[in-house]
Structure formats: structure tokens, C-alpha cells
């Protein structure tokens, strides 16, 4: 099967209406990062991948891995949600705080403050990936 670069699929693109373009350049480009739960089940599987769009698509390998949501959280990190349980949704210090419901002003200064005294578990490793409160994010190529 012939294949297409990245090139190649921007001057097929560039003739097409701008919002389909747009539509297809986020499904048919390669993925930017990766993600993978370093949870005792998932023992680092890659559970997703963030397409040229920025959204967090899952992959479901098994039963008890994949990842079921993201969510932006205030610390600027991605939070992410496993099947197998494993959960950084929350940050250490929006735990308890940050809920299904709007956040107040108050709860956001609450907030603001944890994340002096308790910012989020980051460890960067030398082949370039990060993990953050248990979920090892790779960056494959930067959003075009
Ligand atoms: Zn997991």
C-alpha cells in the first residue's frame, strides 16, 4: 500500500474546504504523545495517544487497561484515568477540592496554596519521557 507524508497530505489538504482540512489533518496525522499507566496492573502499557488535534484518544490492549478520561488540571499537567483504577484526574492538591461541580474562587485558593506545600510527583527520565503522578507521558512530535 503506498503511503503519504506529512508533506504530501498537507498539499492534498491545502485544495479542500479549511474546516475539513482541519478535520482530517487531526485524524490522519501520527500521534503527538503517548501515554502509559505505570500502575502494578499495567506495569508501564501504553493506554493512549494524543492526536495533532491535542484530544487524548485511548487504546483498550486489554480488559484491564486503557485509558477511560483526561482532564486538564490546574497544575498545567494532564490528569489521566486508567481501567485497571489508576487515577491522576486530580492533582495531589486539588484532591478532596476539585470536583464534578465548578470550582469556587475559594476553592481555587485553596488549591493555589497545596500546590506550593504539595505539587505533582514529576520525574523526568534520560530517554526524554515524563512521568507525572504515575502515568509516563512520551512526546512523539511537536502539534504542527
Ligand atoms: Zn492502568
Not at 7 to 28: G, N, V
Not at 57 to 74: C, D, E, I, Q, W
Request: glycine share 8%; aromatic share 4%.
Amino acid at each position: 500500500m503506498p503511503t503519504i507524508t506529512d508533506s504530501q497530505l498537507d498539499e492534498l489538504l491545502s485544495k479542500m474546504d479549511p474546516k475539513m482540512a482541519a478535520h482530517y489533518r487531526s485524524t490522519l496525522a501520527g500521534d503527538v504523545a503517548a501515554v502509559y499507566c505505570m500502575s502494578k496492573t499495567c506495569k508501564g502499557r501504553k493506554i493512549g495517544a494524543q492526536n495533532a488535534a491535542g484530544q487524548w484518544v485511548g487504546n483498550t490492549p486489554t480488559k484491564k487497561s486503557g485509558l477511560l478520561s483526561t482532564r486538564a488540571r490546574f497544575d498545567g499537567h494532564t490528569g489521566f484515568r486508567c481501567r485497571c483504577g489508576a487515577s491522576s484526574i486530580t492533582s495531589p492538591a486539588e484532591s478532596g477540592i476539585i470536583t464534578s461541580e465548578a470550582p469556587t474562587r475559594k476553592a481555587l485558593a485553596e488549591v493555589y496554596e497545596r500546590q506550593q506545600k504539595n505539587p505533582a510527583k514529576i520525574t523526568e527520565h534520560a530517554d526524554g519521557t515524563v512521568t507525572v503522578d504515575g502515568f509516563k507521558i512520551e512526546q512523539l512530535r511537536s502539534i504542527a
